[in-house]
């Protein structure tokens, strides 16, 4: 699959979330042909995240963060502007996302004390770990300069679509 998605075209906007979910479950089965039967963690990453950078319209960024040391992850593959190079699990969004592997979704940036500003336009941030045998190896995240631009049920479908695409990966 080198011509990308069968998708509706859109704006590079956020929709209704009605046509936020239909898109998203448009592209499920798309996304996970396009990596069917990959193993390694960089390509999966990088295909997902020009992938999802079509599907998700509202986002700003969408990439990866890889998880590089027991408390520290680093900027992997990504569609957007420069994102940080290096987060410590002690902060952020991200952070937190892989300190407790969980999605973690904040409508409002700005209302959490140690967001870290990569992108000082953002908004609003949805991160979904991904999780190899049983730890967190890495996360996607989402920014949008809209607030309140994704859902805990994008979160949700996000993270479902993760464990099925990353099922066969190796460290």
Not at 3 to 17: D, I, K, T, W
Not at 93 to 99: E, I, S, T
Request: aromatic share 4%.
């Amino acid at each position: 699959m080198s011509e990308g998605l069968l998708l509706p075209p859109a704006p590079r906007a956020r929709l209704p979330l009605p046509a936020r979910l239909a898109r998203l479950e448009d592209a499920t089965p798309q996304l996970l042909a396009a990596v069917a039967g990959e193993t390694d963690l960089i390509t999966l990453q990088a295909t997902l995240a020009c992938l999802l950078w079509e599907t998700m319209l509202q986002a700003s960024w969408c990439g990866f963060y890889r998880r590089v040391a027991e408390r520290e992850l680093a900027v992997g593959p990504y569609q957007g502007p420069l994102g940080c190079l290096r987060i410590s699990l002690d902060r952020g969004v991200c952070g937190l996302a892989a300190r407790e592997a969980r999605v973690v979704y904040v409508a409002d940036v700005r209302e959490v004390a140690d967001h870290i500003a990569c992108d000082g336009a953002a908004r609003s941030e949805l991160v979904v770990p991904v999780t190899l045998d049983g730890r967190v190896e890495a996360v996607l995240d989402l920014d949008s300069h809209e607030q309140d631009a994704f859902s805990e049920e994008e979160g949700a479908r996000l993270s479902a679509l993760l464990a099925r695409a990353f099922a066969d990966a190796r460290r």
